[in-house]
């Protein structure tokens, strides 16, 4: 039986994909159980690109409300969203007791460019929730410590990143990264502006390298050069490239704790074994 230990009282959180089949639905509802020993503050669910998941989202953050301990929260975006869509999904989510947002661009499914709805960027959105619903929701919005992959600039980037605190985010999830320094850099300088909502990391556990590559190319996420020949050299055996990543991830995050975040957010790729394996060598869990 593992046990809950978490004296820095971080705030936990995991992020979930919403499963197409019936099957995949079951067996995240046997993830959720596992993941629960973290006491998580919530588990998030993404958004398809083009809002593709809109409606397997929804049932997705119904199951979890209804059927876990855990308080769940759906992920929005604006691609292909109108005001009075996303105002129907506000509430509905507020007739099912859902008090937090993960409000976000998104990407359309075609590549990284515009939305094509009614909002263009994120912090028009954040907006809209305020303006709809007043406090009712706790906004989270997206962080990038190595910057997004459409920024102009770094600073461009950041005063940006403001604008949607300023709109009303409560607080903010990274991107994922491998790099400590960045997301410690990204947090000084929010400080610096007098942005002091809560900065989460993201940590995103290793568990294919191709997939990986392929994705930190788009998200813009950089996978350092000595971890990514290490990687490639793994490639070919899953094991030892996980055990690998096990050691990776658990350093970084033991960098992160000490230097005083105020909380991990997994992305678990709807798998519970590497989340708490990482979370039981941080010590935040014990057998
Ligand atoms: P924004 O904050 O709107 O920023 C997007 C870009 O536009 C940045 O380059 C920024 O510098 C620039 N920008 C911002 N405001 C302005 C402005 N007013 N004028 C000009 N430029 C501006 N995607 C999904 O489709 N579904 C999900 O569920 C999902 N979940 C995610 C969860 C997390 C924690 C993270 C970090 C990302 C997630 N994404 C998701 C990906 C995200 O949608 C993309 O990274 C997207 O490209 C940017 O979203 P954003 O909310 O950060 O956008």
Known sequence: MLAIMNPQNLTLSCEFFPPRTEQGMIKLRQVREQLQVL???YFSVTFGAGGSTQEKTFETVVDIQQQSNVMAAPHLSCVASTKENIYELLQAYQAKNIRRIVALRGDTPSGLRGSLGDFNYANELVSFIRES????????VAAYPEFHPQARSAKADLDFFQQKVEAGANSAITQYFYNA???FSFVEECTRRGINIPI?????PITNYTQLARFSETCGAEIPRWLRWRLQALEDDKASLQAFGLDVITALCERLLAGGVPGLHFYSLNQAELTLEIAKRLNLIKD
Do not use: L, N
């Open 39 to 41: 006491k998580p503050s």
């Open 133 to 140: 619903t007043g406090e009712h929701f706790h906004i989270e």
């Open 181 to 183: 320094d960045a997301y």
């Open 200 to 204: 989460i990391p993201g940590i995103m």
